[in-house]
Structure formats: C-alpha cells, structure tokens
C-alpha cells in the first residue's frame, strides 16, 4: 500500500509540482514588467551579460579571503551534488527508464562515494557557517534552514540506501525526493534554474552602464 | 573316501593355505602401518577415532599454521580456515560487545552524580556581559563539523557492536537488519569526512595546544572542577590540551584502522584486518566515553563555557576563572567588548539600560 502511495499518485503529483512549479515561476521572471532604460549605452549589454555569467564563478580578489570557507565548501557540495544527481548509477537508470528513454555512462561506484562524502562535507559546513556567522544568521530565512535540512535527508537516505538489500530504505529515499520537488519550485532551491538567467540580467544592467564589476 | 582325500596333494594346498591365512588374520594389525596415536586418557576398549580428524586437522590448521598453496593468487587464499578468526569473535563478544554499554552507562551516571552533587561550576561574581573574542567561524564550524560526523559515526558504530544483542530483542531482527544495513552503508561513508575534519582541527589548533609551563599545575589541582581554589591556564588548560590530543592520536588511530576494514582490497591480510577491527572499537569506546564528559563540560557542567564554540566570544569573567593568562593579554590587548557592542556585533542591538550581566548571553 505504501509503496504504491510512493512510487504511484505521491510520485506524479510531486512531478506534476515540480514540472509546473518550475516553468510557472520561470515565466514570471521572464515576463516581469521592469522599467525601460533610456539612458544612452555605454557599453555591450550582451557581453555584459557572457561576462558576468563566467566571472560570477570566482570570486572577487577583495573578498576573497574573508569567503574562503563558503567558496571551497560551496564548490564541493554543489559539484558533488551535480555528480550524484546526473551520474550516479541508480539516478541514470532511474531517469533511463521512467523518464527519459535513454541513458548515459553512470560513474563507477568508488567515484560515487567520493562524490556524496564532498557534498556531505561542503554542505555541513556550509550549514554551519550559516549558523555561526552573526550576519549569515540574521539575512538567513527559514526557507533557508528548510533547504539545506531537506536536502541533506534526501542525500542521507538516498547513501543509507545503498546496500540495495532492502526495499523500505529506497521508498524512503522515494518519499524525501518527492518531498523534495514538491518543496522545489517554492523555495531558494529554484537558484538552480535561475542562477544563470539572474547573472545574465545583472552582467547587462552593468554592461550597458559601462560598469566594470 | 576319506583317507584317499587327506593323502592327496589338494588336501596340502588347502592345509597351507588355510594355516597362511590364519597367520594373516592374526598378524594384520600390526603390519597395516602405524594408528592413530594412543591417548593414555582414553579407554582403550572404545577406540573410534574418525579417520577424517586428521585431514579436518590439517584443514583447519589449528596445530600446524603452515600456509598451503593454491592456483588462487591473493593475500591468505592458502589458508583453508583461518583459527585466529574465531579467537578473534570469541574476543569481539567477550570483551567489548560484554563491557561498552556498561562503562558508557557507568560515565553517565558518574556524570550525573557529579552534577547533583557539585552542581554547576560557577563564576566567581557571575557572568559580566563584557565580551572578548576566542574563535573564529572557521574553527567554530570546523568543531561543530567534527562533533556531528563524530556523533553520526558514533551511533551507527554503536548500532553496528552492540546492535545485535540490544536491539534485536527490542526490534526484531527484519527492522535491526535493516537499521544495521544503513548504518554500515551511512558509517563507511562518514569515516573519511571525520578523518578531513580531523586533519583540519590538527592544522589549525596544533599550535595552540602545545604543553607548556604551569599546565602540570593545572593537573595536579583538578582542573578547579575539584575543590574551589584558583587554577590559572593559557588559551587552552591543561584538560582541553589532553582532550585534543586525545582526540587527534585515538581519532586518526580509529580512522586508520577504518581505512583498513574498508578497504581490504589493498592487500592486508586477514589478521591486519582483526587487529584493526579491535583498535577501531576500542579506540571508539574510549573516545565517545570521554567525549561525554566533553559534551557535559562544554554545556550544563560550566558555566558559560558553550558560549566561545557559539558565538565566538567568551564572557572575560569566564575567561579569568579558566583561562587567567590568555584573559590577562585580552586585557593588556584591550580586546574586551561591552555588552552593547557585543550585542550589535551579533545583530541584537540592546539598549544601554538593558546590558545587565549576562544579558548578552542569553
């Protein structure tokens, strides 16, 4: 019973969220009404905007010592997470037979470990630092806590089921990355689809003005 | 009829024949090579000895540990059965899988007793709300890192000992092998994030926990928990040094031996791998029972002491009970906030009326 809960009406309603949850906010965003700019070009808004969406990657040399921590933690959760997500064998097989129709090479078994220990580490700390900064602390939301908490259940449990001798622990898995998407679209998870798009605008606001930032 | 048949030469061959054959029968034993040996304990009327002992004998190796050989090429692959493995369960059960819970058990209600008893250790003149810095976001979350890895190995590892005995009995064995499953699979992937943590809490606190003068002094009048006198210390006390290092040697020592059991595909042998798994539990024991007393100290057991891994900053009348040197270069340093900046450092601006004592901490 639970099981068919799961993997049946609990699995396409958190897919239906997630699908229109994603597209609806994204449309919002692109049909924002903003002010015109009239003010004269001083500079290529669309290499503003290729600039930005690059240079964003690292960080500025001022700060860059201050944010150490955040940057190196950063780079490894996300990166870890990334490999879990597209490359992890059961992720592959699961997308090649429920969803996509096709498959690609999954990454072997002692690089998905190596992978879910950087996203553990990266994410932990992040977490902590979001804690045990006083200004971290203050500009962070619930939703904020909500996220990194979530996340790392699915990642828990998803690694806890990895033994494949018992079924209970994938459900369990199931059930948090349904939890997951239906949370997805209504949360700062959506960074992961309008990160590029925010730089972009950003990188053309500064290209047009001639900023150099 | 009769008389014709004995003196015939058929009658002699018969004769013969039958007379060699008796002296076979009689003489067989004894010629058909040497027996098992005789125990002079065993009564010799009941002889049945299997003669499959001496090949299980040989198999097992228990008498002779002479490795044989095999087209399998690997580490052991010559050894049938190993006997230390047994020695080695038999030791597994005996002693930690016997004792862990007890001494756990017995350092909490030692813990407790303490508290009822002697309470929390104060501050002379209390918390004063005037705030100086002691450590930085990197460390804090470094600490809190290591403890919450620590924690999570902690729990599954003990799930993994003791499991079988504490929870079967409680859960069944369907749900425990499923709890024990994931364990295993959340243990071996959080070693080697506590065995990171570890090395960064080495790099970074090294320096500062280094033995000097006067930490002896420290030692030899208890740290101040006992009795009320005065105990001066540095940055870290004598006790906080000794947790460190205590931390660090066990901590890499279980985290080696981790390695080694879960790898064992980088050619260790069986007995490297039951020498590690008996370091690995016994370290662990050792560090999770101290670590209570840590987490008792660090919280309810002293007064204001959690505050430095929270915010920070520690209050400079905590800071002179327990760390009197360090508070005295604080001071010359003139590093000591007021309770107002210390508030509005951590976003909770405070009126001045408000900054009572130990407004600022709560």
Redesign the interface.
Same mark, same amino acid.
């Given at each position: 019973m639970i099981e068919y809960l799961i993997k049946g009406p609990l699995w396409y309603f958190s897919l239906a969220v997630f699908c229109i949850g994603v597209l609806w906010q994204m449309a919002r965003i692109v049909f924002a009404k903003g002010k015109t700019d009239l003010s004269v070009a001083r500079g290529s808004a669309s290499s503003g905007a290729i600039r930005n969406v690059f240079s964003r990657f690292v960080p500025h040399r001022e700060i860059a010592a201050q944010i150490r @921590?955040q940057v190196v933690a950063g780079y490894m959760f996300h990166l870890g997470l990334f490999a879990l997500l597209f490359f992890a064998a059961p992720h592959v097989h699961f997308l090649e037979k429920h969803l996509l129709g096709f498959g690609w090479t999954p990454m072997p078994h002692w690089a998905f470990?190596v992978a879910?220990?950087f996203a /553990? /580490?990266g994410l932990?700390?992040l977490w902590?630092?979001r804690m @045990?900064?006083?200004?971290s602390?203050?500009i962070s939301t619930t939703d904020d806590h909500i996220t990194a908490i979530l996340t790392f259940v699915v990642m @828990?449990t998803g690694?806890?089921?990895? !033994?494949k !001798? /018992?079924h209970?622990?994938n459900l369990l898995h199931f059930f948090t990355v349904e939890l997951l998407m239906v949370y997805f679209p209504f949360s700062c998870l959506m960074h992961a689809f309008t990160f590029i798009p925010s730089r972009a605008f950003t990188g053309a606001w500064f290209g047009r003005r001639g900023i150099d930032a | 009829m009769l008389d014709s048949f004995r003196s015939s030469i058929l009658y002699d061959v018969l004769k013969l024949t039958s007379t060699l054959l008796l002296v076979f029968m009689l003489t067989a034993p004894a010629t058909a090579g040497p027996g098992p040996p005789k125990r002079p304990d065993f009564p010799q009327g009941v002889s049945t000895t299997n003669p499959g002992n001496d090949l299980w004998r040989e198999v097992r190796q228990r008498d002779l540990p002479v490795t044989g050989t095999s087209q399998v090429k690997g580490v052991d692959s010559g050894v049938l059965i190993n006997v230390e493995g047994d020695r080695w369960a038999r030791f597994r059960i005996d002693n930690p899988v016997r004792h862990a819970p007890t001494l756990l058990v017995a350092v909490v209600l030692v813990l407790l007793a303490f508290y009822v008893l002697r309470g929390k250790v104060g501050i002379e003149g209390g918390l004063s709300g005037r705030m100086v810095f002691r450590f930085t976001?990197?460390e804090? =979350?470094l600490h809190?890192?290591l403890a #919450? *890895?620590f924690l999570f190995l902690a729990i599954t590892g003990l799930i993994l000992l003791l499991g079988r005995t504490l929870m079967i009995p409680l859960f069944g064995h369907h749900l425990f =092998? +499923?709890i024990a =499953?994931?364990s295993?699979? %959340?243990h071996n +992937?959080?070693g080697? #994030?506590f065995l *990171?943590?570890l090395l960064l809490m080495l790099v970074s606190f090294a320096r500062r926990n280094i033995y000097e003068k006067g930490d002896l002094t420290w030692l030899l009048k208890g740290g101040g928990i006992v009795g009320k006198g005065h105990v001066s210390g540095g940055f870290f006390n004598m006790g906080e040094k000794s947790w460190y290092w205590l931390v660090i040697l066990v901590g890499l020592a279980i985290s080696i031996s981790g390695l080694i059991l879960v790898f064992p595909n980088f050619g260790q042998g069986r007995v490297i791998m039951m020498v590690s798994n008996v370091v690995h539990v016994f370290g662990a024991i050792v560090l999770i029972a101290v670590s209570i007393g840590h987490m008792y100290l660090g919280s309810i057991g002293t007064e204001g002491s959690s505050e430095g891994m929270?915010? %920070?900053y520690v209050d400079i009348n905590w800071a002179e009970a327990h760390h009197d040197r360090w508070a005295k270069t604080c001071h010359e340093n003139d590093e000591i906030l007021s309770a107002e900046e210390f508030a509005r450092?951590? %976003?909770n601006p405070i009126d001045s009326g408000d900054a009572t004592t130990g407004a600022a901490n709560d």
């Open positions: @921590l470990i879910a220990q /553990f /580490f932990i700390l902590l630092r @045990l900064n006083s200004v602390r203050l @828990l690694c806890l089921a990895l !033994g !001798g /018992f209970a622990l | 976001d990197y804090r =979350s809190w890192c #919450i *890895v =092998s +499923l =499953s994931a295993k699979e %959340g +992937l959080f080697p #994030i *990171v943590s929270k915010s %920070g450092l951590q %976003g």
